[in-house]
């Protein structure tokens, strides 16, 4: 989905936004966030590792709650009330990954790279902490974890 909303408002530096069971594109997100007042870009990719806390991780499956894409957006009119952000883009993905794939991919886009980074860190923290998607791990030696909040 990507995101239109009036000039002048945090809404409108929201480009994309998105929770989705397709594969990710880094590309996708990148291009949304992109804007010509802006002097840096700093873009987060989330990936799926072979280990978790010493276990070997088999695959894993994230899932979301309705109200997810509410919730991202919430976080990210957050980020842009109080950074001088000009355009934030992210996506997540629930469903089965394998190890490798992209889970989450963010980006933000601010007149300086100093402030691109700190948005953009911020952007993924508090997606993290706030936004309702919890990941299954499977591990290699059969067991399984439920972790909140990604």
Same mark, same amino acid.
């Given at each position: 989905m990507t995101e239109a909303s009036a000039p002048g408002t945090t809404r409108d530096v929201i480009r994309l936004i998105g929770v989705r069971e397709t594969p990710l594109s880094v590309d996708e997100v990148l291009a949304a966030a992109g804007d010509p007042a802006a002097g840096g870009t700093a873009v987060f990719v989330g990936t799926v590792r072979d280990h978790d806390h010493a276990r070997a991780v088999h695959r894993l499956s994230y899932s979301a709650?309705?109200?997810?894409?509410?919730?991202?957006?919430?976080?990210?009119?957050? *980020? !842009? @009330?109080?950074? $001088?952000?000009r355009a934030l883009a992210a996506l997540h993905r629930v469903g089965d990954l394998e190890i490798?794939?992209?889970?989450?991919? *963010? !980006? @933000?886009?601010? $007149?300086h790279r100093a402030e691109a980074f700190d948005a953009c860190r911020r952007l993924i923290d508090d997606l993290k902490a706030q936004v309702p998607i919890w990941k299954h791990q499977t591990f290699a030696d059969g067991g399984d974890e439920w972790v909140g909040a990604c």
């Open positions: 709650h309705p109200t997810v894409e509410r919730e991202l957006r919430a976080v990210m009119e957050k *980020v !842009a @009330a109080d950074l $001088p952000v490798g794939d992209i889970a989450v991919v *963010v !980006a @933000a886009s601010c $007149p």
